[in-house]
């Protein structure tokens, strides 16, 4: 393998690359390449729909994941094969942009290289079934588009149905109809109109996670949750009609910048100085109190003598708060974060109706409630164990980018495999008007389409191909919302199942899967060199003669 790259020069070899190198060309690269992607999409091939399994994930110090989420399982999971790890690229993506959809996409590209490879076996050449695929693409996402309908914000009830859709399957099953109301009411709050359209930050709703309780505890909090205790104990733990100041100031005597000595010679003096620092202390204290608030969040720290003070005004203080809930708590309470003390107003400050601490958990947290009017809320996630609040944690997120997702295209489609067939059948009809080899490619991105029905009737214990049939039957004749309900194992409408699905979820999955199997599929040739043989010049078998050492 390593004199694969050579050169022929009056019969003498010459050699371009390194000893040691390993480099696959032409069938064997595209074989190998396309074997790694499959093997991707069939680890998590097996949790699509609400009848998937989960995967339990154990990392070499014995930490645990048990999850149904395909992103979360192919991240933890340790991949080597360059073209494997491409696979979860396109997971993360359809993570970032959707927040949901993450196994369909990975199934859906290890499915179209599958039949990729069967066309190769025909000597069709990559850039054709590349070609094809583009075009089948492209045309997916016209009929995508088609058989979308509208959705706005008033249509809580179909908003509550891509949160259940997003979450069936998961370990939340129970709780799913409570979970999704708090996830609705969530993205409800934060969201805000710009011109016609809707804007959503999914990063103005924070998941704050805490075990004991059961997924029924989990509840929306219109504000947020601080992970801090009240600093001092004779501070109120409860003030109603809070009036919040946010400082991102310390409230202690700084030391001095530049190296200075102080004398003190008597001990009058070192009183006077004491005195000095309290007094400092005492009028920043002033400051705050002055500008009539009763709640202070402050991003650094709160001396003791300074804590004393606030106490005894009667100001609930937390200190050392994160940036990041700072931000979010300006956003919640309609406060200014106020770096300079001399800056602070009574206009400045935030509202809320109740800021309590309370012990959750057997750890105390800080919970500013009824915000007037928030652009930013947190969802207190409950489960009875760690693991257990991890994946409703997940499940929660994914139902948050759904329900967002879906309100800022504005359009959703059926679920249950439903699109995928409607796209697969018009796609076989488009394909005929292309000539030979471009058709076959169309064809083969149409029949890919389908193993996404296909995998919900199989994790649903159904017959795949009798399932198929059924579907194809239902859609030839029109009924273009049909879907397979894994539940009764019939095919039959999925709108009025209420498995309701954001139209972005689709059209990404199909992007991100199309292009990752076209870029995989112009491989054809993987050449990669072997660190050792760079490093010392020894010979491929690690040590010189060939013995490892370490082994």
Same mark, same amino acid.
């Given at each position: 393998? *390593?004199?694969?790259?050579?050169?022929?020069?009056?019969?003498?070899?010459?050699?371009?690359?390194?000893?040691?190198?390993? !480099?696959?060309?032409?069938?064997? &690269?595209?074989?190998?390449?396309?074997?790694? &992607?499959?093997?991707?999409?069939? *680890?998590?091939?097996?949790?699509?729909?609400?009848?998937?399994?989960?995967?339990?994930?154990?990392?070499?110090?014995?930490?645990?994941?048990?999850?149904?989420?395909?992103?979360?399982?192919?991240?933890?999971?340790?991949?080597?094969?360059?073209?494997?790890?491409?696979?979860?690229?396109?997971?993360?993506?359809?993570?970032?942009?959707?927040?949901?959809?993450?196994?369909?996409?990975?199934?859906?590209?290890?499915?179209?290289?599958?039949?990729?490879? %069967?066309?190769?076996?025909?000597?069709?050449?990559?850039?054709?079934?590349? !070609?094809?695929?583009?075009?089948?693409?492209?045309?997916?996402?016209?009929?995508?588009?088609?058989?979308?309908?509208?959705?706005?914000?008033?249509?809580?009830?179909?908003?509550?149905?891509?949160?259940?859709?997003?979450?069936?399957? @998961?370990?939340?099953? !129970? &709780?799913?109809?409570?979970? &999704?109301?708090?996830?609705?009411? $969530?993205?409800?709050?934060?969201?805000?109109?710009?011109?016609?359209?809707?804007?959503?930050?999914?990063?103005?709703?924070?998941?704050?996670?805490?075990?004991?309780?059961? $997924? %029924?505890?989990?509840?929306?909090?219109?504000?947020?949750?601080?992970?801090?205790?009240?600093?001092?104990?004779?501070?109120?733990?409860?003030?109603?009609?809070?009036?919040?100041?946010?400082?991102?100031? $310390?409230?202690?005597?700084?030391?001095?910048?530049?190296?200075?000595?102080?004398?003190?010679?008597?001990?009058?003096?070192?009183?006077?100085?004491?005195?000095?620092?309290?007094?400092?202390?005492?009028?920043?204290?002033?400051?705050?109190? $002055?500008?009539?608030?009763?709640?202070?969040?402050?991003?650094?720290?709160?001396?003791?003598?300074?804590?004393?003070?606030?106490?005894?005004?009667?100001?609930?203080?937390?200190?050392?708060?994160?940036?990041?809930?700072?931000?979010?708590?300006?956003?919640?309470?309609?406060?200014?974060?106020?770096?300079?003390?001399?800056?602070?107003?009574?206009?400045?400050?935030?509202?809320?109706?109740?800021?309590?601490? @309370?012990?959750?958990?057997?750890?105390?947290?800080?919970?500013? !409630?009824?915000?007037?009017?928030?652009?930013?809320?947190?969802?207190?996630?409950?489960?009875?164990?760690?693991?257990?609040?991890? =994946?409703?944690?997940?499940?929660?997120?994914?139902?948050?980018?759904?329900?967002?997702?879906?309100? %800022?295209?504005?359009?959703?489609?059926?679920?249950?495999?439903?699109? %995928?067939?409607?796209?697969?059948?018009?796609?076989?009809?488009?394909?005929?008007?292309?000539?030979?080899?471009?058709?076959?490619?169309?064809?083969?991105?149409? =029949?890919?389409?389908?193993?996404?029905?296909?995998?919900?009737?199989?994790?649903?214990?159904?017959?795949?191909?009798?399932?198929?049939?059924?579907?194809?039957?239902?859609?030839?004749?029109?009924?273009?919302?049909?879907?397979?309900?894994?539940?009764?194992?019939?095919?039959?409408?999925?709108?009025?199942?209420?498995?309701?699905?954001?139209?972005?979820?689709?059209?990404?999955?199909?992007?991100?899967?199309?292009?990752?199997?076209?870029?995989?599929?112009?491989?054809?040739?993987?050449?990669?060199?072997?660190?050792?043989?760079?490093?010392?010049?020894?010979?491929?078998?690690?040590?010189?003669?060939?013995?490892?050492?370490?082994?």
């Amino acid at each position: 393998m *390593a004199n694969a790259m050579m050169g022929n020069l009056g019969g003498q070899p010459i050699l371009i690359l390194p000893e040691g190198t390993l !480099r696959q060309m032409g069938k064997d &690269a595209q074989r190998n390449n396309i074997a790694a &992607a499959k093997g991707v999409a069939d *680890a998590v091939k097996t949790t699509l729909g609400p009848k998937g399994m989960d995967k339990m994930l154990v990392d070499s110090i014995g930490d645990i994941v048990i999850t149904n989420d395909g992103v979360t399982i192919l991240e933890e999971m340790e991949i080597e094969h360059p073209v494997a790890k491409m696979m979860v690229e396109v997971a993360k993506t359809q993570n970032e942009e959707v927040g949901d959809g993450t196994t369909t996409s990975v199934v859906l590209a290890g499915e179209l290289l599958k039949k990729a490879e %069967e066309l190769l076996e025909q000597d069709i050449h990559p850039t054709v079934i590349t !070609r094809g695929f583009k075009i089948g693409k492209d045309e997916a996402l016209k009929i995508l588009e088609e058989i979308a309908r509208p959705i706005s914000l008033g249509d809580t009830d179909t908003l509550k149905m891509i949160a259940l859709t997003s979450m069936s399957g @998961k370990s939340v099953e !129970r &709780a799913s109809p409570h979970l &999704a109301d708090v996830v609705v009411s $969530a993205v409800k709050e934060v969201a805000r109109m710009e011109g016609s359209k809707i804007v959503i930050d999914t990063d103005d709703i924070k998941r704050e996670k805490k075990h004991g309780g059961s $997924a %029924e505890d989990t509840e929306l909090i219109k504000g947020i949750v601080v992970d801090k205790e009240v600093v001092h104990p004779s501070m109120p733990k409860k003030i109603d009609d809070a009036k919040i100041a946010l400082l991102d100031v $310390a409230l202690e005597v700084k030391e001095t910048e530049t190296d200075a000595e102080i004398r003190i010679t008597s001990p009058e003096q070192m009183q006077a100085f004491l005195e000095t620092e309290q007094k400092m202390l005492k009028d920043m204290v002033e400051k705050v109190v $002055a500008s009539g608030a009763n709640v202070l969040m402050c991003q650094k720290g709160i001396d003791d003598v300074a804590q004393h003070y606030l106490a005894k005004k009667g100001i609930l203080a937390t200190r050392r708060v994160k940036k990041s809930d700072m931000e979010l708590l300006a956003k919640a309470t309609g406060g200014k974060i106020i770096s300079n003390l001399d800056d602070l107003q009574s206009n400045d400050l935030g509202f809320a109706k109740l800021v309590e601490e @309370k012990k959750i958990g057997g750890e105390a947290m800080t919970f500013i !409630r009824e915000a007037k009017n928030p652009k930013a809320v947190t969802i207190l996630v409950r489960g009875s164990t760690e693991h257990v609040v991890d =994946e409703i944690d997940r499940s929660v997120e994914d139902a948050v980018g759904a329900v967002s997702s879906a309100l %800022e295209i504005g359009k959703i489609v059926a679920g249950a495999g439903s699109p %995928e067939e409607e796209v697969a059948m018009r796609l076989r009809k488009i394909a005929e008007k292309y000539s030979g080899r471009e058709q076959l490619a169309i064809k083969a991105f149409a =029949e890919a389409l389908e193993v996404i029905p296909r995998t919900l009737a199989e994790n649903g214990g159904l017959d795949p191909i009798d399932t198929l049939v059924e579907m194809r039957v239902a859609h030839d004749q029109g009924k273009i919302t049909w879907g397979i309900n894994v539940f009764s194992g019939k095919v039959d409408d999925a709108l009025a199942d209420g498995v309701v699905e954001p139209l972005k979820v689709k059209t990404q999955a199909i992007k991100s899967a199309a292009e990752a199997a076209e870029m995989i599929l112009r491989i054809d040739d993987v050449i990669s060199a072997n660190k050792l043989s760079r490093g010392g010049g020894m010979p491929p078998g690690g040590m010189p003669g060939g013995e490892d050492m370490g082994e």
